[in-house]
């Protein structure tokens, strides 16, 4: 009997491996190819993002300063030679800022052209003399040359933002205007020096009035009350649902209300302050001790869910060890897992806080969109913060407010920056390794 196999052809399956693995390379070198131009491309939108706003901003920082020869004439300061503060105070500085304007130009007459005249300044001349008198009556009497501030528009022409070449009356600096700077300019009385009322002054109707140092006050009361409240209320609660809340349905609600909370819009929580410290307690408006409340609200979730992820990553083992050794449950998450995932807690912590930093609707809501010229002292008083600082200027017409709210962008950003620092140097701090 013979086998039917036996004078069959041998069939073999073509080996396709060779080709396979080709096709595998390739997609692997296309998938890396793609990862890379992602994050060349992700750094470039980075490097232009933050090129224009350095760009924009960057001549913020500088201001155009005007020399005038300043008589202080004592029968006008303080006729009664008292020197008391009150009667320097009520002086009247316009007046004399004004009257050296028509000094250094006497050929300029007529109300129109002395109108133009004295737009050369800033109209915070006068308060800018008030303080010198007030530092130093001894001053009084004498003749001094001071620099004050230009105007807004004319610091931008210094600046180049104004063209020169352009219709007078496509441009806020006329002609006229422009020779007496130029004679100015001729004679040694202009110059460009640090703007160090950008760092010292609140805001101000007038461009070269204005800083930020009444946003960043607001900024920082209003960040200290968002972590007083927080952090430590999120811990406790990260640390009760992690290791000592039962696995039971109520728990399971909670956790997912937890982690939706999370996910809602920020000015969902604005209109809660709103209606609950606002309305029904009565709370201050434009307070940081509200927006600190509202955004305390807001940072909850982030933290407890932060938390609850450090306190899982922390093994078993280390658990078991010390309720072994005779620790209590109490002891063992305080004294043994919440140092372990501090770390962790902390980078949570940070990441919500510049969170809250960001965020600008739910302080809308509260009534810290207001105009505030005063430096806040307390939890209580009238504040605004940097993200509504920076709302609050793109929205002005004037062009030398464009300048400003991108330098205060730079500055919103290198608080940003400073609060990551601290993270960083926090998690390397209370790190354990095991």
């Known amino acids: 009997m013979t086998d039917p196999t036996i004078d069959q052809p041998i069939t073999r399956k073509p080996d396709f491996s060779a080709t396979h693995l080709r096709k595998r390379y390739r997609a692997e070198a296309r998938f890396k190819f793609y990862g890379v131009a ?32 300043i008589k202080l004439d004592a029968a006008k300061i303080d006729p009664d030679g008292t020197r008391d503060p009150e009667s320097l105070a009520r002086a009247n500085y316009r007046t004399i800022v004004r009257d050296a304007m028509r000094a250094q130009f006497p050929e300029v007459s007529g109300r129109r052209d002395l109108r133009k005249l004295y737009k050369l300044v800033s109209t915070g001349s006068d308060f800018t003399l008030r303080q010198i008198v007030e530092a130093d009556p001894a001053l009084i009497g004498t003749t001094q040359t001071i620099w004050f501030k230009s105007s807004a528009d ?29 004679a100015l300019s001729d004679d040694g009385r202009t110059r460009r020096s640090f703007n160090t009322t950008f760092f010292t002054s609140g805001d101000s109707r007038e461009p070269e009035q204005a800083g930020v140092w009444g946003a960043v006050v607001g900024t920082m009361l209003t960040l200290f009350v968002t972590l007083v409240l927080s952090f430590p209320i999120g811990v406790m609660s990260a640390v009760y649902l992690e290791e000592f809340a039962p696995k039971n349905r109520w728990t399971d609600l909670i956790e997912v209300n937890i982690n939706n909370l999370a996910a809602v819009p920020s000015i969902v929580f604005g209109l809660l302050g709103l209606a609950v410290f606002l309305n029904f307690f009565g709370l201050p408006r434009s307070a940081p001790l509200v927006g600190g409340l509202v955004l305390a609200l807001m940072t909850l979730p982030t933290v407890i869910i932060a938390g609850r992820a450090a306190l899982q990553s922390v093994p078993p083992s280390i658990r078991e060890a010390a309720l072994g050794v005779g620790a209590s449950p109490l002891q063992t998450v305080s004294h043994h897992v919440l140092p372990l995932a501090m770390p962790g807690i902390l980078t949570g912590t940070i990441i919500g806080m510049a969170r809250a930093l960001g965020e600008t609707a739910p302080l809308l809501m509260i009534g810290m969109v207001a105009f505030i010229v005063d430096i806040p002292r307390g939890f209580t008083d009238a504040a605004t913060v940097l993200p509504v600082q920076v709302f609050l200027w793109a929205d002005a017409p004037e062009r030398a407010f464009v300048e400003r709210t991108s330098a205060a962008i730079m500055v919103l950003l290198a608080f940003l920056i400073l609060m990551n620092l601290a993270a960083v140097l926090l998690r390397r701090k209370f790190e354990r390794r095991w």
């Open 38 to 69: 992602a994050i060349f491309a992700a750094l470039a939108m980075l490097a232009i993002l933050l090129g224009s706003i350095i760009s924009t901003g960057s001549s913020a920082f500088t201001q155009t300063e005007i020399a005038l020869d």
């Open 154 to 182: 004319l610091d931008q022409l210094n600046k180049g933002a104004i063209p020169r070449d352009v219709p007078e009356g496509d441009r806020r600096v006329n002609d006229a205007q422009i020779t007496w700077f130029d």
